[in-house]
């Protein structure tokens, strides 16, 4: 009993510091050989007696203590720098306008005309959504950029990597430990993925009518498939996620994106008659492009939280 | 609108958007005969007419010289804005022009050094670069600006990973590090900045900030948001004391990267923050809070180490490098003298050092193909004899840099001078000038007559294939170019300042 209880302790000591069992065909680079230093000249045969000079003792001392001094150094001056920000930042923001209060400088006509108007304006109930989607649908089409942006340099940087060298595994391939017989996971994750996924569906869907909306809809859903991939394997999730269907939908839901707010801004700008209705406030087809809109950030995010998780602990999606 | 055409007044929305498709195409295009590069070429081609187009239409238009682009339905505070000029057009035309020249230029280079299955993610990258440089330049919207710095600090870093090897992502990894410290206090200076004017677009920030200096409200927080915001976009500009990062990632990465992002990339930011001097705190203001000298004084010292550090450079692309270090310190200059033509000046030295430094590292890297691929200055002798384009290439940018007459970088040196003589440093900025100019003169110079060394068994050893049509004419345009603004620089230093005045 004793025995066993140590056994668990050990394990799960083990678990707690991160040393589990090292998978099998896990990378491990060479040690380098050790170099000599640059300061270390070859030495002279012809000279029969030899003192160090001033310059070779200061370099002699140098790597002995240099590389000590330097990192105390370094370290002291940069908690010193953090310090005198943090208190410079606090103090600043002990002299901003008070929080919440009404004759604030950003209680100004932009935020009552967003709050009076924007029901009637943008036809969503959801005045966040109609702010970010319809009045500044640009920043947010830039926001979703920047999700695209950041989901194909890490694709480059980890995925197309191995391509030109297809038998040599990249280092940064990590195997995944994964447990075929793992009953509990697997039973939590088949009652909860479909409830997650309606609830990340809900909250896309409803975005112009409740809080919620592309972006925290699209987490909503990814949560499930990382969930899946846990669960099942990753090789499961592959067949209907993979690297190229998220380029597809990726690229297609920013498409739609770009042509239906490129057109709204068109004809904004142009002062020209725009062809989208904006419904009934309250329905479910209603406030014009922001449902669609919702769905395609929505799109993106998952595509893209799943993509950096499966690529950052499989190396592959 | 009343003067301007329609088809001129949706340029700035259409070229944005043009760039913004062609990166969101270009994943799903199919990954043969380079076809995504030449998609990327043909659009910023496109969209460098329509940027020419837009700075004819707008100087031939009498008085109202800018207008305003509300995108969507909604006008200016509550929706988003953009706003067009002459410096804005003239300022787009010319990075078209340059992302052009350094994609072209380096088309064989850049197949030799990115990976088959990267390149087309490599052109989605350079697309979306290009968009949120125009998007820099054309905002008028602080946190439009924002969202775009965004976008072009991750494709910047990104470019420079795209080289496969341990140097690089060693180099992206610290780049990407020191330019989302930049991000995070631009971002905080922008909140600090509503909080206290409630406003995000330009021109209504500066009133109030306005109102504020002159009733000596909220000082504190305006000058801690003023100082944030500076050395955040200083940061990802390179000016000296935060400039480490610029030579491990121009140095390392392929030479259409290092083109790009020594060109292109150091500019937006660059623009940005001199539009958020003019537009949102104004000049008098800018004085008041001391800014102009800290600014003045970094670009001296950035002028002088940048230099410096260049002179002690053994590899090629490197001292290019800390070269940009330098004159990214004239543009500094030119924006501490706090004067409708020190910016004036500075607006050219943008231009001039965008045309020249891509034209610089397209020459470094065609010579260094031309030695077999190696990058130290001593394995390229004789090497102007074997890529004679390359070689004419690195003489007429080193004569630019260092400021002979004809060349471009004289017209934006001679500018920066006789701007500082409306300063109160004059003697400073002068000594500064000559020093630097000295100092550059101290590393171009041998380079040059290293690459025009004969060296009979060194040429044998050179095995590169001749270069490329394409290389040789982007090189030619590159020297018209550079000859173009050293010649005939001052209808454009007046069209800037026309620009400037109206900013």
Same mark, same amino acid.
């Given at each position: 009993?004793?025995?066993?209880?140590?056994?668990?302790?050990?394990?799960?000591?083990?678990?707690?510091?991160?040393?589990?069992?090292?998978?099998?065909?896990?990378?491990?680079?060479?040690?380098?050989?050790?170099?000599?230093?640059?300061?270390?000249?070859?030495?002279?045969?012809?000279?029969?007696?030899?003192?160090?000079?001033?310059?070779?003792?200061?370099?002699?001392?140098?790597?002995?203590?240099?590389?000590?001094?330097?990192?105390?150094?370094?370290?002291?001056?940069?908690?010193?720098?953090?310090?005198?920000?943090?208190?410079?930042?606090?103090?600043?923001?002990?002299?901003?306008?008070?929080?919440?209060?009404?004759?604030?400088?950003?209680?100004?006509?932009?935020?009552?005309?967003?709050?009076?108007?924007?029901?009637?304006?943008?036809?969503?109930?959801?005045?966040?959504?109609?702010?970010?989607?319809?009045?500044?649908?640009?920043?947010?089409?830039?926001?979703?950029?920047?999700?695209?942006?950041?989901?194909?340099?890490?694709?480059?940087?980890?995925?197309?990597?191995?391509?030109?060298?297809?038998?040599?595994?990249?280092?940064?391939?990590?195997?995944?430990?994964?447990?075929?017989?793992?009953?509990?996971?697997?039973?939590?994750?088949?009652?909860?993925?479909?409830?997650?996924?309606?609830?990340?569906?809900?909250?896309?869907?409803?975005?112009?009518?409740?809080?919620?909306?592309?972006?925290?809809?699209?987490?909503?859903?990814?949560?499930?498939?990382?969930?899946?991939?846990?669960?099942?394997?990753?090789?499961?999730?592959?067949?209907?996620?993979?690297?190229?269907?998220?380029?597809?939908?990726?690229?297609?839901?920013?498409?739609?994106?770009?042509?239906?707010?490129?057109?709204?801004?068109?004809?904004?700008?142009?002062?020209?008659?725009?062809?989208?209705?904006?419904?009934?406030?309250?329905?479910?087809?209603?406030?014009?492009?922001?449902?669609?809109?919702?769905?395609?950030?929505?799109?993106?995010?998952?595509?893209?939280?799943?993509?950096?998780?499966?690529?950052?602990?499989?190396?592959?999606? | 609108?009343?003067?301007?055409?329609?088809?001129?007044?949706?340029?700035?929305?259409?070229?944005?958007?043009?760039?913004?498709?062609?990166?969101?195409?270009?994943?799903?295009?199919?990954?043969?005969?380079? *076809?995504?590069?030449?998609?990327?070429?043909? %659009?910023? =081609?496109?969209?460098?007419?329509? $940027?020419?187009? #837009? /700075? @004819?239409? !707008?100087?031939?238009?009498?008085?109202?010289?800018?207008?305003?682009?509300?995108?969507?339905?909604?006008?200016?505070?509550?929706?988003?804005?953009?706003?067009?000029?002459?410096?804005?057009?003239?300022?787009?035309?010319?990075?078209?022009?340059?992302?052009?020249?350094?994609?072209?230029?380096?088309?064989?280079?850049?197949?030799?050094?990115?990976?088959?299955?990267?390149?087309?993610?490599?052109?989605?990258?350079?697309?979306?670069?290009?968009?949120?440089?125009?998007?820099?330049?054309?905002?008028?919207?602080?946190?439009?600006?924002?969202?775009?710095?965004?976008?072009?600090?991750?494709?910047?870093?990104?470019?420079?990973?795209?080289?496969?090897?341990?140097?690089?992502?060693?180099?992206? *990894?610290?780049?990407?590090?020191?330019?989302? %410290?930049? =991000?995070?206090?631009?971002?905080? $200076?922008?909140? #600090? /900045? @509503?909080? !206290?004017?409630?406003?995000?677009?330009?021109?209504?920030?500066?009133?109030?900030?306005?109102?504020?200096?002159?009733?000596?409200?909220?000082?504190?927080?305006?000058?801690?948001?003023?100082?944030?915001?500076?050395?955040?976009?200083?940061?990802?500009?390179?000016?000296?004391?935060?400039?480490?990062?610029?030579?491990?990632?121009?140095?390392?990465?392929?030479?259409?990267?290092?083109?790009?992002?020594?060109?292109?990339?150091?500019?937006?930011?660059?623009?940005?923050?001199?539009?958020?001097?003019?537009?949102?705190?104004?000049?008098?203001?800018?004085?008041?809070?001391?800014?102009?000298?800290?600014?003045?004084?970094?670009?001296?010292?950035?002028?002088?180490?940048?230099?410096?550090?260049? *002179?002690?450079?053994?590899?090629?692309?490197?001292?290019?490098?800390?070269?940009?270090?330098?004159?990214?310190?004239?543009?500094?200059?030119?924006?501490?003298?706090?004067?409708?033509?020190?910016?004036?000046?500075?607006?050219?030295?943008?231009?001039?050092?965008?045309?020249?430094?891509?034209?610089?590292?397209?020459?470094?890297?065609?010579?260094?193909?031309?030695?077999?691929?190696?990058?130290?200055?001593?394995?390229?002798?004789?090497?102007?004899?074997?890529?004679?384009?390359?070689?004419?290439?690195?003489?007429?940018?080193?004569?630019?840099?260092?400021?002979?007459?004809?060349?471009?970088?004289?017209?934006?040196?001679?500018?920066?001078?006789?701007?500082?003589?409306?300063?109160?440093?004059?003697?400073?900025?002068?000594?500064?000038?000559?020093?630097?100019?000295?100092?550059?003169?101290?590393?171009?110079?041998?380079?040059?007559?290293?690459?025009?060394?004969?060296?009979?068994?060194?040429?044998?050893?050179?095995?590169?294939?001749?270069?490329?049509?394409?290389?040789?004419?982007?090189?030619?345009?590159?020297?018209?170019?550079?000859?173009?603004?050293?010649?005939?620089?001052?209808?454009?230093?007046?069209?800037?300042?026309?620009?400037?005045?109206?900013?």
């Amino acid at each position: 009993m004793n025995e066993e209880l140590r056994n668990i302790w050990t394990q799960f000591f083990n678990w707690v510091m991160g040393n589990g069992p090292r998978p099998e065909n896990e990378v491990i680079p060479p040690e380098p050989p050790p170099a000599l230093p640059f300061t270390q000249k070859p030495e002279d045969k012809y000279s029969r007696f030899h003192e160090a000079t001033l310059k070779e003792r200061y370099n002699q001392w140098l790597e002995l203590h240099g590389l000590h001094i330097f990192s105390s150094l370094y370290s002291g001056l940069s908690v010193l720098t953090c310090i005198v920000i943090v208190c410079l930042l606090l103090a600043t923001v002990a002299e901003l306008p008070p929080f919440g209060h009404e004759r604030n400088p950003a209680n100004n006509e932009v935020i009552r005309r967003y709050v009076q108007y924007g029901w009637h304006e943008t036809g969503a109930q959801n005045i966040v959504a109609g702010l970010i989607l319809d009045y500044r649908a640009f920043d947010t089409f830039g926001e979703s950029s920047v999700l695209f942006t950041a989901a194909c340099s890490v694709l480059m940087i980890l995925s197309a990597t191995r391509s030109n060298k297809p038998d040599k595994k990249s280092p940064l391939m990590r195997h995944h430990v994964f447990r075929k017989d793992d009953a509990i996971l697997q039973g939590i994750a088949s009652l909860s993925i479909p409830v997650i996924l309606m609830m990340g569906c809900v909250v896309v869907i409803n975005g112009h009518l409740s809080p919620g909306g592309g972006f925290s809809g699209g987490a909503i859903l990814s949560t499930a498939l990382i969930l899946a991939a846990n669960a099942y394997g990753f090789e499961r999730v592959h067949e209907f996620f993979s690297e190229r269907t998220f380029i597809v939908s990726s690229s297609t839901a920013l498409m739609i994106y770009a042509l239906s707010k490129g057109y709204s801004f068109f004809t904004g700008a142009n002062h020209l008659h725009s062809i989208i209705p904006k419904g009934t406030v309250g329905d479910i087809l209603s406030a014009g492009l922001i449902l669609p809109l919702d769905i395609c950030v929505g799109l993106i995010v998952a595509g893209t939280l799943y993509g950096f998780y499966a690529l950052f602990s499989e190396g592959e999606m | 609108m009343n003067e301007i055409s329609m088809f001129a007044f949706n340029i700035p929305f259409v070229s944005i958007f043009l760039m913004m498709i062609s990166a969101i195409i270009t994943p799903l295009i199919p990954n043969r005969n380079r *076809l995504p590069e030449k998609l990327s070429c043909w %659009v910023i =081609s496109i969209v460098g007419v329509l $940027s020419a187009y #837009l /700075l @004819y239409a !707008l100087t031939n238009s009498g008085q109202s010289i800018t207008f305003n682009f509300a995108m969507g339905h909604f006008p200016a505070p509550w929706g988003n804005e953009l706003r067009a000029g002459p410096l804005e057009a003239v300022l787009s035309l010319v990075f078209c022009i340059a992302m052009l020249l350094s994609l072209l230029g380096n088309f064989s280079s850049t197949q030799e050094d990115i990976a088959p299955a990267r390149r087309n993610i490599f052109c989605v990258l350079v697309n979306l670069l290009t968009a949120s440089l125009l998007a820099l330049t054309y905002t008028n919207d602080l946190f439009t600006a924002y969202v775009f710095i965004e976008i072009n600090t991750i494709a910047a870093c990104s470019i420079v990973a795209v080289k496969e090897g341990a140097e690089t992502v060693r180099a992206a *990894l610290r780049y990407l590090v020191m330019s989302l %410290v930049g =991000s995070g206090l631009v971002m905080i $200076s922008i909140c #600090l /900045l @509503y909080g !206290l004017t409630g406003h995000l677009l330009m021109q209504n920030m500066h009133g109030a900030i306005q109102v504020l200096v002159t009733t000596q409200n909220y000082m504190m927080p305006l000058t801690v948001s003023l100082a944030l915001i500076t050395v955040g976009l200083a940061i990802k500009s390179a000016l000296y004391p935060f400039a480490a990062w610029l030579p491990d990632a121009h140095g390392s990465s392929t030479n259409a990267s290092s083109a790009i992002l020594s060109g292109l990339v150091l500019k937006g930011h660059i623009f940005i923050l001199i539009k958020i001097f003019c537009r949102v705190f104004g000049l008098d203001v800018i004085h008041a809070l001391r800014m102009d000298t800290v600014i003045f004084i970094l670009g001296v010292v950035a002028m002088i180490i940048g230099s410096v550090h260049a *002179l002690r450079q053994k590899n090629v692309k490197r001292m290019i490098a800390w070269s940009s270090v330098a004159q990214v310190g004239y543009i500094f200059l030119g924006v501490g003298l706090n004067t409708i033509a020190g910016i004036a000046a500075a607006c050219l030295h943008i231009i001039v050092h965008a045309t020249v430094k891509p034209m610089l590292f397209t020459a470094a890297g065609g010579l260094s193909s031309a030695a077999g691929h190696k990058k130290g200055l001593h394995a390229l002798m004789g090497t102007f004899y074997v890529n004679r384009w390359a070689g004419l290439g690195l003489i007429a940018g080193a004569c630019s840099m260092m400021g002979v007459p004809a060349f471009a970088g004289f017209a934006s040196k001679l500018s920066l001078m006789l701007a500082s003589f409306d300063s109160p440093f004059v003697a400073w900025s002068l000594a500064a000038l000559a020093a630097s100019s000295v100092l550059n003169a101290l590393y171009y110079v041998p380079a040059v007559i290293v690459i025009m060394t004969h060296s009979k068994d060194a040429q044998k050893n050179f095995t590169a294939p001749p270069p490329t049509k394409l290389y040789n004419f982007s090189m030619l345009a590159f020297l018209i170019l550079n000859f173009y603004l050293g010649l005939f620089c001052m209808p454009l230093l007046r069209l800037i300042t026309r620009g400037v005045n109206v900013l």
